[in-house]
C-alpha cells in the first residue's frame, strides 16, 4: 500500500515565532517532509517571522540546521533540501510594534490560501490578529493557527478568543492540539464508527472503566519557567487529556464534519460532573541520582506546582452514568507511554468455574511512543490438560494486511498544518470548546489554591504518588503498567 498524497492548493505559510523552539523541532521539519511528499506546490512559499535580525539567507541556514538535527533522515535527502530552502524567505518583525510589517504585506500574495502561524506565546495572539488586520492580511482568504496554551483559565481564554474574533471568524482560527492529529486517534474514530462491533457496548452496562494516561519519562527540561506557572493540570489535562476523553465519550456525531464532531466533543464535556477533591491527587517529582527535584530544576524552591496529576471524572448522562473515568499525566514517570484503556466489564457468568480465573476485554489505544490499537480477548490456553484461558492482544494495526508502507504516514504536526491549508477544522478546538474545557478545570485549580495544598512527592521513574493508585484500588480497581 503507498500512501495517497492529496494535492492541497498553493499556499503561503507565515510562521510567527519561527526563530522558536517549536518552529525548530516540529513545524520547520513538518513542512519539509510534506514539500518531500510533495503536497507543496511549485508556487507555496514558507515566510519565517520573528524577532531575531536576519536575511533570508541566514533563515535558510536556520532551518537547515533545525531539520538537519531533528529528522536527520529526511535531511540527508540533500537535493530536496535545498530546493526546499528555496522556497523560504524571512522578515524581521515586531509583533507589538510596526517594524517589519509592511514587508511582510509585501511577502504574501494576495488571492490565495494564507496561513499565518502563532507560534508565539498567548500573550502576542491579540497583537498579531491586529496587525495582521491593520496591514491588509486579514481577508477570507487569511486563517491563523493558533498553538497552547489557550490561557491559564476561562476568563483568560474568553479574552483571546475575544480578541481573535475581532479580526477573525471562527472558521478562520485553527487552535493547535496536536494529539488530535495522531493517526491512531483518528483510527479510534474509524474502529468505532465504521464498524457495528463496538458502538452497541460502548456504554455503562458494558464499559467497567476507562484509562487515559499521559506518562513522560522526562522532567520540565529547559521550559521550566513555563511550566512552574502552569502545571500538569493547565499544560496537560485541560487540553490533550481532555481532548481524548471527548473522543472516546462522545456521541455518534451524523456526520464526520467539523462542526458535528466539536458539538458533540462539547456535550462530553458540559456533561463533566465537578470534580470532589478527594477525586483528585497532585504530585511532584523528587530527585533521582544527578537527576534534580522539580523545585531544583524550576528554581523555585518553594513551588507548589504539581508535575503529576490524576483524577477520576464522571459524565452525567445516559451512555456513561456509573462509568469511571481515570485520567492521569505526569513528568519523571517510569516510562514515556500515552495511551487510552477502555476496560470492558467481566463476562456475567463463567461457565469454565473458579479456576478458569477473571478476564476481561480491554481495548487499547496507544498513542505513544508507538501507535497502535490493540484489543485483549480471552481464548483458550492451546493444549491438552482442560480448558485454561488466557488473554492475548488482537492486534487492529494490521500492518501486515496494509502493507510496510502503512505505518508510513504523516506525523499529527504534518497532518494539522495540511489541514490548515485545506480548510478543515475538524482535529482543531472551537473556541467553545476550550472555555468549557477551562470551566471544568478552573475550581480544581482554585480549591488547591484555597486550601493551600502542597502537591505529594513522588519518586522518579515510579508509576506517581501512592494516592493516585489509592484512587483506583479504593473502587477496587488499578492503573495499566506504565510501558511502551
Ligand atoms: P521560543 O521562546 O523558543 O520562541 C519564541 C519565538 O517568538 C521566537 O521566534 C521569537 O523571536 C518570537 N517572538 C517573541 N516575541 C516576539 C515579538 N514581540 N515579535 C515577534 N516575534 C516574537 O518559544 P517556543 O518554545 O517556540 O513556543 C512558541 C509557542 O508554542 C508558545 O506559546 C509555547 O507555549 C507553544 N508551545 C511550545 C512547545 C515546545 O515544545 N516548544 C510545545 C507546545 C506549545
Request: with cysteine.
Amino acid at each position: 500500500m503507498v500512501s495517497r498524497v492529496i494535492p492541497v492548493d498553493p499556499f503561503d505559510l507565515v510562521v510567527f515565532g519561527g526563530t522558536g523552539d517549536l518552529a525548530r523541532r516540529k513545524i520547520l521539519p513538518a513542512l519539509f517532509r510534506r514539500f518531500q511528499a510533495g503536497q507543496m506546490g511549485e508556487s507555496s512559499r514558507v515566510i519565517g517571522a520573528a524577532r531575531s535580525d536576519m536575511d533570508a539567507e541566514a533563515y535558510r541556514g536556520f532551518v537547515r540546521a533545525a531539520i538537519e538535527e531533528f529528522d536527520p533522515q529526511a535531511a540527508s535527502d540533500s537535493a530536496a533540501l535545498e530546493e526546499f530552502l528555496g522556497r523560504l524567505s524571512y522578515v524581521a518583525l515586531d509583533a507589538k510594534g510596526t517594524a517589519g510589517w509592511d514587508k511582510l504585506a509585501g511577502e504574501v500574495s494576495a488571492g490565495r490560501i494564507r496561513a499565518f502561524y502563532f507560534s508565539v506565546g498567548p500573550g502576542l495572539f491579540g497583537d498579531l490578529a491586529q496587525r495582521l488586520h491593520d496591514y491588509g492580511m486579514a481577508d477570507h482568504d487569511s486563517r491563523i493557527v493558533v498553538e497552547k496554551p489557550f490561557g491559564r483559565d476561562l476568563a483568560s481564554a474568553r479574552a483571546l478568543n475575544r480578541g481573535l474574533a475581532q479580526h477573525f471568524q471562527e472558521h478562520q482560527i485553527y487552535r493547535i492540539d496536536h494529539y488530535l492529529g495522531k493517526e491512531t486517534v483518528q483510527n479510534l474514530m474509524a474502529v468505532r464508527f465504521g464498524n457495528m462491533l463496538f458502538e452497541p457496548l460502548w456504554n455503562s452496562q458494558y464499559v467497567d472503566h476507562i484509562q487515559i494516561t499521559v506518562a513522560e519519562s522526562v522532567g520540565v527540561g529547559g521550559r521550566g519557567d513555563y511550566y512552574d506557572r502552569a502545571g500538569a493540570m493547565r499544560d496537560m489535562m485541560q487540553n490533550h487529556l481532555m481532548q481524548l476523553l471527548c473522543l472516546i465519550a462522545m456521541e455518534p456525531p451524523a456526520k464526520f464534519d467539523p462542526d458535528a464532531v466539536r458539538d458533540e466533543k462539547l456535550k462530553v464535556i458540559r456533561a463533566l460532573d465537578p470534580v470532589a477533591p478527594d477525586n483528585v491527587v497532585r504530585g511532584q517529582y523528587q530527585a533521582e541520582g544527578d537527576k534534580p527535584d522539580y523545585c531544583t530544576q524550576v528554581e523555585n524552591p518553594d513551588s507548589r506546582t504539581e508535575s503529576f496529576v490524576a483524577l477520576k471524572a464522571h459524565i452525567s448522562n445516559w451512555r456513561w452514568a456509573g462509568t469511571p473515568f481515570y485520567l492521569r499525566t505526569g513528568k519523571r514517570l517510569k516510562d514515556r507511554a500515552s495511551e487510552i484503556a477502555v476496560v470492558f466489564k467481566e463476562a456475567p457468568h463463567s461457565i469454565f468455574g473458579a479456576g478458569a480465573g477473571r478476564h476481561r476485554n480491554i481495548l487499547t489505544i496507544k498513542l505513544q511512543p508507538n501507535e497502535g490499537i490493540e484489543l485483549g480477548v480471552t481464548i483458550k490456553e492451546p493444549g491438552p490438560g482442560g480448558m485454561r484461558l488466557i488473554d492475548v492482544p488482537l492486534d487492529m494495526t494490521f500492518a501486515e494486511a496494509l502493507g510496510p508502507d502503512s505505518a508510513d504516514f504523516p506525523d499529527a504536526y504534518e497532518r494539522l498544518i495540511m489541514d490548515v491549508i485545506r480548510g478543515n477544522q475538524t482535529l482543531f478546538m472551537r473556541g467553545d470548546e476550550v472555555e468549557a474545557a477551562w470551566a471544568w478545570t478552573d475550581p480544581i485549580i482554585e480549591g488547591w489554591e484555597e486550601r493551600g495544598e502542597a502537591p505529594q512527592p513522588y519518586a522518579s521513574g515510579s508509576a506517581g504518588p501512592d494516592d493516585s493508585l489509592m484512587l483506583m484500588h479504593r473502587d477496587g480497581r488499578r492503573w495499566r503498567e506504565i510501558k511502551p
